[in-house]
């Protein structure tokens, strides 16, 4: 029979290991040694009248000393976007739709795209360039499995089909992006409640993967989700010049309001205790604020902000590769920037994209170049041609691993977007201060 002192250090490492807040862990591991100190006298005491008798509390706590501990050891851990990548979620282009030309949609891509939303708004995009898309993330799939990361996959699914809430009717859009509706913060996974309409049933599509990790052991947290009525929703949102639109986000004016909480993940950047993010066209302070007092005492929010004309995600503005090392867009300079330099923190200014002006970006801009994936931190997963932002990161003392997704990031997003780190090898620090 185990004694209860070899029980007490068992369950000390597992809970570490698993990633537990200190406060969980110390009840945890304060609950089971009651429960085996309790079992332990209770067996020998039975042992003195029958052996058969204590034969069946022993095998019980044999059973709690392996299987409880076991949900300890969490497979879903990140705490920042550099540590060392373990396993990740990458999203799927198959069956992806362009969203409905609704006001929401509008206020987030440029006047020259507005012909191609209102040609294929809720159809699929153009065949053989999603044929493309889809075999790039396959590649890149490879090349993260090659690099030694565990790699799982949404749900293929049927966005075609057409429903209706009491507030509106759409279409959906695509799984691709997981970056935008979820997020892990140590040991937790968040869905965020996203602000497009073509959006409302993207969860569907990770449904079978969170439930198995939380089954093994992850905490999931589902913030409310947006009814999205028209009151969320600026109808009358101005938008017709990007000086129309530098305006007004310098006046902090975006077509979502403060009718009810709402972000996308994609808003938000980690680095230990602290995270950082920006009120954008998906995001509302409502939503910020939720995030701030959830994650509330162990993790900070800081809100920063950008002179971008329209902002909607923060990882090809502000994107932090190491500790107290970030990537800080020149074209959309951080206001705050002062805040990072007086921390000690080095701001790097990648350089201009390459991408050709031919290349159709539906969805996003040509920074997506460093729109980049630690796969630790001396490892960052990149775009093929962009020769320049390799320099960059070889200067930095950063080895490349290049892979072409050109006609994926049409689809809105880069390697940090078309990917979600589900588990890091490191632990919770302070890089802010």
């Known amino acids: 029979m185990p004694s209860p002192l070899s029980g007490r250090t068992m369950l000390r490492v597992r809970c570490l290991r698993g990633g537990s807040r200190g406060a969980e862990a110390a009840h945890l591991i304060g609950s089971m040694l009651g429960r085996a100190m309790t079992g332990w006298v209770q067996g020998a005491f039975q042992s003195y009248s029958s052996s058969a008798a204590a034969a069946q509390p022993q095998r019980a706590l044999e059973e709690n000393a392996v299987t409880e501990p076991e949900r300890q050891e969490c497979p879903v851990c990140a705490y920042n976007e550099w540590d060392p990548l373990e396993e990740v979620i990458v999203g799927r282009a198959e069956n992806a739709r362009v969203p409905p030309f609704t006001v929401e949609v509008k206020a987030n891509t440029y006047e020259k795209h507005w012909p191609f939303y209102q040609k294929y708004g809720g159809q699929s995009f153009p065949e053989d360039h999603l044929k493309k898309a889809v075999a790039e993330i396959e590649e890149m799939c490879n090349i993260l499995r090659m690099e030694g990361v565990t790699v799982q996959r949404p749900e293929p699914m049927d966005w075609s089909f057409e429903y209706n809430t009491p507030d509106f009717t759409s279409t959906g859009m695509y799984a691709a992006m997981p970056r935008d509706i979820l997020m892990v913060v140590g040991n937790e996974i968040i869905e965020a409640p996203m602000a497009w309409r073509s959006r409302f049933f993207e969860y569907r599509a990770y449904r079978p993967l969170i439930k198995e990790y939380f089954r093994k052991g992850a905490k999931w947290t589902t913030p409310p989700k947006p ?207």
């Open 227 to 433: 009814t999205m009525s028209d009151e969320l929703y600026d109808q009358d949102y101005p938008i017709r010049t990007v000086e129309d639109r530098h305006k007004l986000a310098a006046q902090g004016k975006f077509v979502t309001t403060e009718h009810e909480p709402c972000f996308d993940a994609a808003d938000f950047i980690r680095a230990g205790r602290d995270l950082f993010v920006q009120r954008s066209q998906v995001t509302n302070y409502m939503g910020i604020e939720w995030m701030r007092r959830h994650l509330a005492p162990d993790y900070k929010v800081h809100i920063i902000s950008f002179k971008d004309p329209n902002p909607m995600h923060i990882d090809a503005t502000f994107n932090i590769i190491g500790p107290g090392l970030v990537l800080s867009n020149p074209d959309r300079p951080c206001r705050q920037v002062e805040m990072f330099e007086k921390a000690g923190w080095t701001v790097v200014k990648p350089p201009t994209p390459l991408i050709p002006d031919d290349h159709p970006l539906w969805m996003s801009s040509k920074w997506l170049s460093m729109n980049v994936l630690m796969l630790d931190p001396k490892r960052v997963m990149c775009d093929a041609n962009e020769h320049t932002i390799h320099k960059m990161f070889e200067n930095l003392g950063i080895k490349t691993i290049k892979v072409n997704i050109r006609h994926a990031n049409s689809l809105g997003g880069g390697f940090h977007c078309w990917t979600t780190d589900v588990r890091r090898r490191g632990s919770l620090e302070s890089y802010f201060h």
